[in-house]
Nanobody, 115 residues
Framework: QVQLVESGGGLVQPGGSLRLSCAAS????????MAWYRQARGRQRELVAD???????NYADSVKGRFTISRDNAKNTLYLQMNSLKPEDTAVYYC?????????WGQGTQVTVSS
């Protein structure tokens, strides 16, 4: 079973930047579309951005122009560059497949945007 480990979160002021990473065990990482999700307190998990095996990307309207998803298949790693962060971006961020059946969810990484 593939394991996903997210990292890179933290506390940042509005307008700041963070870069999240997701390390995936297993060599099959490269053939699937992957995605970043987030879950704010009291809300459902939502898809933030996704990327195909070939690098084509899609973004939720709320992050378009501010976030950039990328992947390094050689390193089995998924990234999310987040710029111009807003308080409403505060959430736990997770990575996983774009479509079910999903891998087991990791612990996620907390992003808090606050002054």
């Amino acid at each position: 079973q593939v394991q996903l480990v997210e990292s890179g979160g933290g506390l940042v002021q509005p307008g700041g930047s963070l870069r999240l990473s997701c390390a995936a065990s297993g060599s099959i990482f490269s053939i699937y579309s992957m995605a970043w999700y987030r879950q704010a307190r009291g809300r459902q998990r939502e898809l933030v951005a996704d990327i195909t095996s070939g690098g084509r990307t899609n973004y939720a309207d709320s992050v378009k122009g501010r976030f950039t998803i990328s992947r390094d298949n050689a390193k089995n790693t998924l990234y999310l560059q987040m710029n111009s962060l807003k308080p409403e971006d505060t959430a736990v961020y997770y990575c996983n497949l774009k479509l079910p059946p999903y891998y087991n969810w990791g612990q996620g990484t907390q992003v808090t945007v606050s002054s």
